[in-house]
């Protein structure tokens, strides 16, 4: 990562957030959340109907399937900026596959495996040159969403078949959606891989100090090499539910996704310098940020003005332990 | 003849000479001089924008919202300059310096007082500075007939046969050449990168350096906001969209070091003018600009891994050692 820990003058990091300072960093999410979430049934009454609570949740499920891989790789110490890139390569495959009569198990397949493909180039990049990952993505950011401009120009594949719109627009039960599911599955599966296992104890290691990780016998190299994969292959599932909700592939698909996915890692409490962070709190980033979108929404809100709410959020929630630490500290 | 080979300016520069060989072998016309100050001038921008992130990069800091404060700024003397014609363009530049100032200040002054990383703070500045356009102007679009003539001809308008635009590019380079090569604020700039620790310890105040770093990163972002509006005529919310990652690669291809303390104003340059070669050349030599994106992509990994071993992390070298012991 680019910042380092702040020299001696200035003691306070980011990597633990708010448990000595007011509570737990899930808590204050949890009030930001709920106050929100009153905002929200205050200023409309059409939120609290449980088909447009139904259609909050297409809000974030995508970006935070990407979000739970991306919160353990930064907590290892590396970022990856080619996740929406990766979600434009896969579809637009995915697009050139259904052209040639492809039906639906394959286009899934396909998915998964450039998402996969295209985290394991990254990872090889990172890992065996021993190259910053912010640059090594930021570059294939480019090159994958290049490939896509070239096979695609300025064209959009369509055609995609009935039953693989199940996937991005259906509903499991009443009004639980398919995304929905796929999100809390992930989630139970990342927070019992991060933080119930000794892989997960390994990232955490990695990120706090990868020279100690390396000597303690931790292989930090593959570790480091399976997130980027885990990275890739959550964009590619991610990139198979957005097509199928869509319906069409174009070059620019989920362009900015990669910025949007960061924050909800960061505002998830994940410090951004490595070495800390809980999958509980990107869950309920996630939400948030599903939240103050779909209620800015719904007041008619424009899209580019809700990013004004998620860019103040992001610094407020960061700055606040901080501030709060100040003002005990001079009282 | 070894020691100056170590300088990646001369590699880039070297290789800049055989992009331009390659290219004028298929359009034998690219390489002609009036042509070379063409793209010159249509990089002058970037390079501008290159030299402000590169100061940034430097203090092991990044600043992502510049292309958002691009944006922002433009807007502004866009705008101001529809209502009010009457302003003269010298000082709709001041504006832009200013209003560009306050907006890397507010980074600055979030990095510096609350010690949130650059990153996080950025990535917020920047979705907050392009909403905060919608807001300013409505999602109204401000055209070409809206501006004056002034406004569009200044940087356009021919100084000793090179344009303006050339000249401000010149001016900015020589200025960052000189800050930090010469004075005491470059030298703390790449003392901070290569190790803050020891800065504090040399006297150097850290968190002010960056701040100070962040409100020259702003102030080039305004200059860049007229710059870019008058160039292109046109003032949306979408301009220069994602254009922040560009501005980094273009630092990343001129061999400046993500992690801090590494690189130099040529390095900016010539990455900067290395993109905008590739920009250029593509629909000249008949490759469709689809293949941009994927070309530049590769050019950046390819910097970085031919960069890879000053890039190395010291841990892996002391690892090395051990375990051949």
């Known amino acids: 990562m680019t910042d380092t820990p702040a020299p001696r003058h200035i003691p306070d990091r980011l990597d633990k ?33 449980a088909y447009s609570l139904s259609d909050l949740t297409f809000n974030f499920t995508e970006k935070g399937l990407i979000a739970f891989a991306m919160a353990l790789l930064i907590i290892s110490g590396e970022i990856d900026l080619s996740v929406a890139a990766i979600i434009a390569l896969a579809s637009t495959m995915m697009g050139m596959a259904v052209q040639a009569g492809a039906d639906t198990p394959v286009l899934v397949a396909i998915g998964i495996v450039v998402g996969l493909g295209c985290g394991a180039f990254n990872g090889l990049l990172v890992t065996r040159l021993g190259l910053p990952s912010i640059v090594v993505t930021i570059g294939t950011m480019s090159l994958f969403r290049g490939i896509a401009f070239i096979i695609l120009g300025d064209q959009a594949y369509k055609g995609y078949p009935e039953s693989f719109a199940f996937l991005g627009q259906g509903y499991v039960w009443w009004v639980v959606s398919f995304e929905l599911v796929l999100f809390l ?25 990868p020279v100690a990780a390396q000597f303690s016998g931790v292989r930090v190299g593959r570790i480091k090499f399976i997130l980027f994969c885990l990275t890739g292959l959550m964009a590619g599932i991610a990139s198979v539910l957005i097509t199928s909700r869509l319906g069409s592939t174009r070059p620019s698909i989920a362009q900015g996704y990669e910025l949007e996915v960061i924050t909800m890692v960061v505002l998830g409490g994940v410090s951004i310098l490595g070495g800390s962070g809980s999958i509980v709190g990107v869950v309920l980033a996630a939400f948030i940020m599903g939240l103050v979108t779909f209620g800015l929404g719904l007041l008619n809100v424009p899209g580019i003005v809700m990013s004004i709410f998620i860019g103040l959020l992001l610094i407020f929630v960061i700055a606040l332990p901080i501030i709060w630490r100040r003002l005990r500290g001079n009282s | 003849m070894k020691a100056l080979l170590k300088f990646r300016e001369i590699w880039l520069a070297a290789a800049i000479v055989v992009l331009i060989a390659l290219i004028s072998t298929r359009f034998p016309a690219f390489a002609d001089p009036g042509n070379l100050a063409q793209v010159f001038n249509d990089t002058s921008i970037l390079m501008i924008l290159a ?36 302003i003269p363009i010298p000082l709709l530049i001041v504006i832009a310096l200013a209003v560009g100032l306050v907006l890397g200040a507010i980074n600055g002054l979030l990095v510096w007082r ?43 308008a021919a100084f000793l ?32 990168g290569v190790n803050p620790t020891a800065s504090v310890y040399a006297g150097i105040d850290v968190g002010r350096t960056k701040f100070i770093v962040f409100c020259i990163s702003g102030m080039i972002g305004g200059l860049a906001g007229y710059l870019w509006i008058s160039r292109y005529v046109i003032a949306s919310v979408e301009v220069a969209n994602g254009y922040e990652l560009n501005i980094i690669a273009a630092c ?74």
């Not at chain 2, 490759?287 to 071993?309: C, D, E, K, T």
């Open chain 1, 17 to 49: 957030p708010l448990s000595s300072a007011i509570f737990s960093w899930e808590a204050l999410l949890v009030v930001v959340a709920v106050a929100i979430f009153a905002i929200n049934s205050f200023a409309s009454p059409y939120f609290l109907d």
């Open chain 2, 114 to 156: 609350l010690n949130i990383p650059s990153i996080v703070v950025t990535l917020g500045t920047l979705t907050i500075y392009r909403g905060a356009t919608f807001v300013l102007s409505g999602g109204a679009w401000v055209n070409a007939d809206k501006m004056s003539p002034d406004f569009i001809g200044f940087q356009r």
């Open chain 2, 161 to 192: 046969g090179i344009p303006v635009l050339s000249w401000i590019a010149i001016l900015v380079i020589a200025l960052f050449f000189v800050v930090m090569t010469r004075t005491a604020l470059g030298r703390s700039i790449y003392a901070i």
């Open chain 1, 185 to 209: 599955i992930a989630a139970v599966a990342y927070w019992f891989l991060l933080h119930r296992t000794s892989f997960g104890r390994r990232v955490f290691a990695t990120g706090n100090n």
């Open chain 2, 51 to 86: 030299l402000g992130q590169m100061v940034v990069i430097l203090t092991r800091s990044i600043d992502l919202s510049m292309a958002s404060n691009l944006c922002f700024t433009g807007m502004v003397v866009a705008m101001l300059n529809a209502a009010h014609p009457a």
């Open chain 2, 252 to 325: 990343v291809i001129g061999g400046i070091s993500i992690a801090g303390g590494i690189g130099s104003v040529g390095g900016a340059v010539l990455g900067a003018l290395f993109l905008g070669i590739i920009s250029n050349a593509l629909p000249v030599i008949n490759i469709s600009p689809f293949w941009q994106m994927a070309i530049s992509g590769s050019a950046i990994i390819l910097a970085v891994v031919l960069n890879a071993r000053g890039e190395r992390q010291q841990g892996r070298i002391i690892l090395r050692k051990a375990e051949a012991a």
